[in-house]
């Protein structure tokens, strides 16, 4: 079980709240979409139980299903709304089981699982024909092309890796009765990831393409898409170039299925995206592919005649001068070493019949086509290459294949199957193993069937089938079909797992033929015709073109290229944390909410799905960390309820022993309770459910509590403030309120008795004298007409500098604080990156304000972080640095002290010194300590020197540079370094030191525009543009 904890930029409140949303839904209604981990289904062992809940899950479109961390997947032949960018984003971050089974779940784990273990993961895809391998893992690598971190160049990478699925489809894939889009290779394909999860790289290993397409489709079939795509996307001068015509009849490698169009393929649209692709992954050399195939459809339009003595001649000989010409091989030659001796099987080489010259046609042909297929993936890879720190693979391979007849091809892939089942049974168990073990709790031994021994039956040096194939193929003399059985028979006779016709009982021998040989697979019997399986595995090349020098022949036999290259993906995925998904196709019509049993059944069988449960399922159905298992249940235990105080384990134990589990449902491990049985689990679950109700009024009762004390002690809080704010700064509004008060109520006495009047005449004549008897009425009905008006006409901002003109011993002091009021709000409101900013404004203000031409244009502009990219800083320069971080980092130009020559070097800032970088090297360390003073010209130019001591021999000499953001990069450093009194403005000329007791000088002058050149003297000339 994966058990990666919430965590992560995802894992926020309002996600994990929906997480647990759809985990209880999910756990509570079971009945109607069954369980979403296989684990938990009761009856583990009915295969009847196993379809059921796919079914049920199926028909709610919900089609992914887990067993433990395999994720099983349904294909819907529909459109579901699950893939968006939102439910991208609901799975970053997020733990495993908490939320509903998904392949972005298996995608963000595998991806968690890669950064924080530093492990290489790989996720293994399976399925048979149709059932939604591809789609899967494009699914993957999408959501990693989406939410991972990148850069401009990061997504160029993340889009051809993406682009590279067209161009490998196209070739790669055709029209089968099974799938519109079948994949004809199995395809092993690395992401690299570098230190920071970014992607950065790719790598493809392809597997036994299905060559024979190329020559022969069956009914209802097509040839690989790209040949469609050529004849229908193509324009007119493409096709004459490659002397082809439109229609697809017109070609005998075209016409074997009877099937050139399909109505869910647009062979036009589909060929311009991978004409679109095919420059992103850095193709340059359409025209040679292209050539290639049409050369392939002139070579199969390539006929033979037969003479009176038997003698085989070709009759369509411009098809050869075409196919020259396409293919760029010299007439001659080809005719000689190729054509004529393969075709025409000149006696004195390799009489050929008029068959055999059809088949070695035809072997060209695939061959052809193989080698073409190979050189495309190099090339993909090759634009894709650039490795990482980490790796996730991704294989999408075949899985069991059990047809009518099954032949060579079949038999590959179901070893290929084998070879997996083993890798899945070890990994499985041992990461079960491990998970005991961590957890402290004793390893109960798990049954299972090893299939080690049909593994050897196929593989083994000298015995297994493999060998005594290649045997038969390399032995001289008469060697067919039939003898290679008989030699199977004699070597591999009594073996439990294999039966031919000859060896089985009367039983079996009634559904064999002669033919045949029976392998009894781990998923189930395969009958397997030896029909073909010589030249196959000869690849019929080898024999017909061993003269043929154009072409290198491969000298080791096709099955055991297969079981070498096999081997070498164990090692590989060996090597890695492995996570599976197995598809599964719902009906054989490909129409979505069909859901056909018997089809469902045979592929849970030859997935080998019940085997992976039955392992799964061995020691315990559930496991759950304490925190997250008290946290759930907790609310049924009355001392675990509300809180927990104690050691988790404790409270885990007090709330199971208050539950009634027995000892045998449960085990507590050192950071996980291990429930044994799904039944402990959903009784806890029902018993949750049913008191729900009582905690909901517990929870509304004291959330009505709690929001009533909250909003009684804001208002406390609020009259508080009101009192405090009365007491200083608003005293003097509250002065006039009151001076109002009594202006009112004292008026209408004084009107009455004429003395208002007097009383203001006076004052108005005695207003200029100290405030006395007489003038106090008026000076204070002045005063109180100033506040009320200022009280009206505040000024809004700090920069609005308007008060009114205040009366005589109306204090300034309002004013002040009104300002500092403004002041304290605006800082309040200040974000963090803001302040820095306007800090770092300040400092250049005090620096450059009057002082240099182009100060005034840089004051609009923001500061930035740094002007180099991390990327654009090398990685050696980065580790050198170690614990001294880069705090910001520009390009400059440096100048030669002798001779002023013009160098490209970064400038990086870190917190005690600066360095001068030329790509990978540190080229010179200024220590802030050591640095006597910047100097820069009062101009416009981005001239500045670094004044270093010259009598310490460490410090190189005084550093003249130049860089685009001056004003920037020196406040930077003067900041950084502390000195900014430093900084010293030269209007003419600024001299420097060029070594001990050697001075050299730079002069200044306006000119009309930017120009550094060599002066008289050998000083430094610095033109400036006039700035107007
Ligand atoms: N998750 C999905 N959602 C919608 N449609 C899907 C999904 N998965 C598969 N399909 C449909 O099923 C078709 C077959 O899927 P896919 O090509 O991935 O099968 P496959 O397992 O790779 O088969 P093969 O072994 O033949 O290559 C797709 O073209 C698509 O129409
Ligand atoms: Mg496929």
């Known amino acids: 079980m994966v058990t990666t904890p919430i965590g992560g930029s995802g894992g926020s409140v309002d996600i994990e709240g929906r997480v647990r949303l759809v985990m209880e839904s999910a756990l509570t209604a079971r009945d109607r979409v069954g369980v979403q981990d296989f684990v ?59 939320i509903s089974p998904h392949i972005y779940a298996v995608s963000d784990n595998t991806y968690r699982a890669m950064r924080t273990e530093r492990k290489d993961q790989c996720i293994l895809i399976s399925g048979e024909s149709g059932a939604g391998k591809t789609e899967a893992s494009k699914k993957i690598l999408l959501y990693y092309a989406v939410t991972c971190p990148m850069n401009d160049h990061m997504a160029a990478l993340g889009d051809r890796l993406l682009q590279s699925n067209p161009v490998l489809e196209a070739f790669g894939n055709a029209k089968t009765l099974r799938n519109d889009n079948s994949s004809r290779f199995g395809k092993y394909m690395d992401v690299q990831f570098d230190f920071r999860g970014a992607p950065v790289g790719g790598h493809i290993l392809n597997y036994l393409l299905e060559k024979s397409r190329v020559v022969h489709q069956n009914h209802g079939e097509r040839n690989f898409h790209i040949f469609y795509q050529l004849l229908e996307g193509g324009d007119e001068d493409l096709l004459n170039t490659l002397d082809l015509e439109r229609n697809p009849q017109n070609y005998q490698y075209l016409v074997k299925g009877n099937c050139p169009r399909v109505s869910s393929i647009s062979d036009k649209n589909n060929w311009k995206v991978v004409m679109k ?135 590959c892939i179901n070893y290929c199957n084998e070879k997996l089942q083993q890798l899945f049974i070890e990994l499985t168990l041992r990461s079960e193993q491990e998970e005991y073990e961590t957890e402290g709790i004793a390893w109960e031994t798990v049954q299972y069937f090893d299939n080690k021994i049909i593994c050897d039956l196929i593989e083994e040096k000298h015995k297994g089938i493999i060998s005594i194939l290649d045997e038969e193929c390399l032995r001289p003399g008469e060697t067919c079909d039939v003898s290679f ?105 490909k129409q979505p909410g069909r859901f056909d049993e018997v089809l469902v059944r045979h592929q849970v069988k030859y997935l080998g799905l019940m085997e992976n449960l039955r392992v799964r399922r061995a020691g315990f159905a559930y496991r759950r960390r304490f925190e997250a298992f008290l946290q759930r249940y907790k609310p049924l235990c009355p001392e675990t309820w509300p809180n927990w105080h104690g050691r988790l384990v404790d409270g885990v134990s007090t709330l199971v022993n208050h539950l ?86 004292y008026t209408i006495p004084l009107v009455v008795y004429g003395s208002v009047f007097i009383r203001f005449i006076k004052g108005f004549i005695y207003r200029h004298e100290e405030y006395c008897p007489e003038n106090e009425y008026f000076l204070d009905h ?32 309002l004013r002040t604080l009104h300002m500092r009021n403004m002041v304290v709000k605006y800082c309040r409101r200040v974000q963090p990156e803001w302040k820095k900013q306007m800090v770092q404004k300040v400092v250049a203000s005090e620096i450059f304000k009057d002082q240099k ?12 972080d740094s002007r180099l990219e991390r990327e654009q800083i090398n990685l050696k320069v ?124 730079i002069d200044f002058v306006r000119g009309s525009e930017m120009k550094v050149t060599k002066g008289k003297r050998g000083h430094l000339l610095v033109v400036s543009q006039w700035l107007y």
């Open 40 to 98: 938990l289904l009761e009856n583990y062992n009915s295969e009847a139980a196993f379809i059921e809940n796919l079914r049920r899950r199926f028909k709610e479109n919900l089609i992914y299903t887990y067993i433990g961390s395999v994720l099983v997947s349904v294909n819907p032949y529909k459109e579901l709304e699950i893939y968006s960018k939102q439910q991208m984003e609901r799975y970053r971050g997020v733990s495993f089981y908490e």
């Open 277 to 411: 692709a095919l420059p992103v992954i850095g193709f340059t050399e359409e025209e040679k592919l292209l050539n290639i195939i049409a050369g392939v459809l002139h070579l199969g339009n390539t006929q033979f005649g037969e003479g009176e003595e038997g003698e085989t001649y070709i009759t369509t000989e411009t098809q050869i001068t075409k196919l020259v010409k396409l293919l760029g091989v010299y007439c001659d030659a080809f005719l000689k070493f190729g054509v004529v001796r393969v075709f025409v099987s000149l006696q004195m080489i390799s009489p050929l019949n008029f068959e055999q010259a059809i088949s070695a046609r035809d072997a060209l042909a695939k061959a052809v086509y193989g080698r073409t297929f190979t050189w495309l993936v190099e090339k993909i890879n090759q634009s894709l290459a650039l490795k990482g720190s980490s790796v996730i693979g991704l294989l999408d391979i075949y899985g069991f294949e059990v047809l009518q007849h099954n032949s060579f091809e079949q038999f």
């Open 485 to 589: 059985l008989e030699k199977l028979e004699d070597t591999l006779g009594g073996h439990p797992h294999f039966v031919t016709h000859k060896l089985a009982n009367g039983k079996t021998r009634r559904v064999m033929s002669r033919e045949e040989f029976r392998l009894l697979h781990y998923a189930g019997e395969v009958n397997y015709n030896v029909n073909g399986f010589l030249d196959k595995n000869n690849d019929l090349l080898n024999r017909n073109l061993k003269e043929v020098s154009i072409m290198k022949i491969d000298k080791v036999q096709a099955a055991t290229q297969f079981k070498n290259s096999l081997m070498k993906l164990m090692e590989i995925l060996m090597s890695k944390e492995p996570s599976y998904v197995r598809c599964i196709k719902p009906n054989d019509a």
């Open 660 to 745: 009634g589990y027995k000892p045998e449902e449960y085990k507590l491990g050192r950071s996980k309770i291990f429930i044994r049985f799904p039944k402990t689990l959903f009784t806890t679950e029902d018993a949750l459910e049913a008191k729900k109700p009582e905690i909901v009024i517990v929870i509304q009762s004291g959330w009505r509590g709690m929001k009533a004390r909250r909003r009684a002690k804001r208002r406390r809080q609020a009259a508080e403030l009101i009192r405090r704010c009365l007491t200083d700064t608003l005293l003097l509004f509250v002065s006039a309120c009151i001076l109002e008060t009594a202006f009112c109520m």
């Open 782 to 813: 002045v005063r109180y007409s100033f506040l009320k008006n200022l009280r009206k006409n505040l000024p809004k901002s700090v920069l609005d500098k308007s008060w009114p003109t205040p009366p005589p011993l109306a204090s300034e002091h």
């Open 853 to 864: 031409d182009n100060y005034p244009q840089s004051v609009g502009r923001l500061f930035l």
């Open 878 to 1001: 980065v580790q050198t640095l170690g614990n001294d971080k880069v705090q910001y980092g520009a390009s400059v130009t440096k100048y030669d002290r002798r001779g002023f020559k013009p160098r490209p070097r970064q400038l990086l800032l870190t917190n005690t010194f600066a360095v001068l970088v030329d790509r990978t090297k540190i080229k010179q360390r200024i220590d802030y300590t050591a640095l006597r003073g910047i100097s820069v010209s009062s101009l416009s130019d981005g001239m500045f020197v670094l004044h270093m001591p010259s009598e310490d021999s460490k410090q190189k000499a005084d550093a003249v540079l130049q860089c685009d953001h001056v004003i920037e990069l020196v406040t930077k450093l003067a900041m950084m370094a502390g000195k900014i009194d430093y900084v010293n403005i030269s209007p003419g000329s600024i001299r420097f030191t060029v070594a001990r007791g050697k001075e050299g000088i």
